[in-house]
T-cell receptor
Framework: GGIITQTPKFLIGQEGQKLTLKCQQNFNHDTMYWYRQDSGKGLRLIYYSITENDLQKGDLSEGYDASREKKSSFSLTVTSAQKNEMAVFLC?????????????FGHGTKLSVL | QEKVQQSPESLIVPEGAMSSLNCTFSNSASQSIWWYQQHPGKGPEALISIFSNGNKKEGRLTVYLNRASLHVSLHIRDSQPSDSAVYLCAVFGDNSKLIWGLGTSLVVNP
């Protein structure tokens, strides 16, 4: 078995601030993902990475940067936090990125912007 | 644009009852369909997947897929209070893109 660890669990930021979320996995999976979960909306893909140093944009990449310097870690940066923004950011991994693959998720980072 | 719709939005059942959740999708060429369970404050956890028309059973869970009607359902037999959670339907579409539904909130009353 393995685990995905997201830090921090809660993140409070100021409008315009640059904020970084971190994710570590010990499954030795090739592919990692960042999703955003908003109330009333389905999970939306921000970025994914199929291997170390690879980055692929998802449907919601505008306003975000990502970094995959090691196979086990994937970080996400909110480049300029929006006032009153509130969402949960979920990190996930899978063995490879093909159809039928199961995703393993972390417990999320809850973002609130004042 | 591919879509996944889930119904009902919320479901309340007594302990021991059967819980039935529905999911419709827009692309008949979709690959596999997954059901995930999400407890409050936790990430989604995969429960069961199906690819071929028909049904698949794992423990108390049964999934039915009908590609002609673009419909998949999840049935939880002998529902327990610990089954109370949000259930997400996720469909693999074109280019291995995963499309998520909004979820069904299940409450099982003791």
């Amino acid at each position: 078995g393995g685990i995905i660890t997201q830090t921090p669990k809660f993140l409070i930021g100021q409008e315009g601030q640059k904020l970084t979320l971190k994710c570590q996995q010990n499954f030795n999976h090739d592919t990692m993902y960042w999703y955003r979960q908003d109330s009333g909306k389905g999970l939306r893909l921000i970025y994914y990475s199929i291997t170390e140093n690879d980055l692929q944009k998802g449907d919601l990449s505008e306003g975000y940067d990502a970094s995959r310097e090691k196979k086990s870690s994937f970080s996400l940066t909110v480049t300029s936090a929006q006032k009153n923004e509130m969402a949960v950011f979920l990190c996930a991994s899978s063995i490879i990125r093909v159809s039928n693959e199961r995703l393993f998720f972390g417990h999320g980072t809850k973002l609130s912007v004042l | 644009q591919e879509k996944v719709q889930q119904s009902p939005e919320s479901l309340i059942v007594p302990e021991g009852a059967m819980s039935s959740l529905n999911c419709t999708f827009s692309n008949s060429a979709s690959q596999s369909i997954w059901w995930y369970q999400q407890h409050p404050g936790k990430g989604p956890e995969a429960l069961i997947s199906i690819f071929s028309n028909g049904n698949k059973k794992e423990g108390r869970l049964t999934v039915y897929l009908n590609r002609a009607s673009l419909h998949v359902s999840l049935h939880i037999r002998d529902s327990q209070p610990s089954d109370s959670a949000v259930y997400l339907c996720a469909v693999f579409g074109d280019n291995s893109k995963l499309i998520w539904g909004l979820g069904t909130s299940l409450v099982v009353n003791p």
